[in-house]
């Protein structure tokens, strides 16, 4: 689980809340403005667009944002242990 968001012009356009990612098409994504604005689309916005909209504000280089919930990346968080550079690209991203 999780959600997904694609800065848009001065804003973005996200997942909506509640829907299975197997179920959800182009048609169903939400587009916001970074006050949660609706600009396009039927569904609500994923409950997590303030965290989105504060990563663009924050980092205006960001052009897409993956927020996600998986198991294992969760048990690293609550361990408080980080996801070692596994690939040449890490470094590359800005990674140690």
């Given at each position: 689980s999780g959600n997904v968001s694609a800065r848009h012009g001065d804003?973005?356009?996200?997942?909506?809340?509640g829907l299975p990612y197997a179920a959800t098409t182009p048609d169903d994504?939400?587009?916001?403005?970074?006050?949660?604005?609706?600009?396009?689309?039927?569904?609500?916005?994923?409950?997590?667009w303030p965290f989105h909209a504060a990563i663009y504000r924050a980092r205006p280089e960001a052009r897409a944002i993956v927020h996600t919930h998986s198991p294992r990346a969760t048990a690293l968080a609550c361990a408080r242990r980080g996801l070692p550079a596994f690939h040449y690209m890490i470094a590359l991203c800005g990674g140690p």
């Open positions: 804003g973005m356009i996200i997942t909506p809340s994504l939400v587009a916001l403005d970074l006050d949660g604005r609706a600009l396009a689309g039927e569904r609500k916005p994923s409950s997590e």
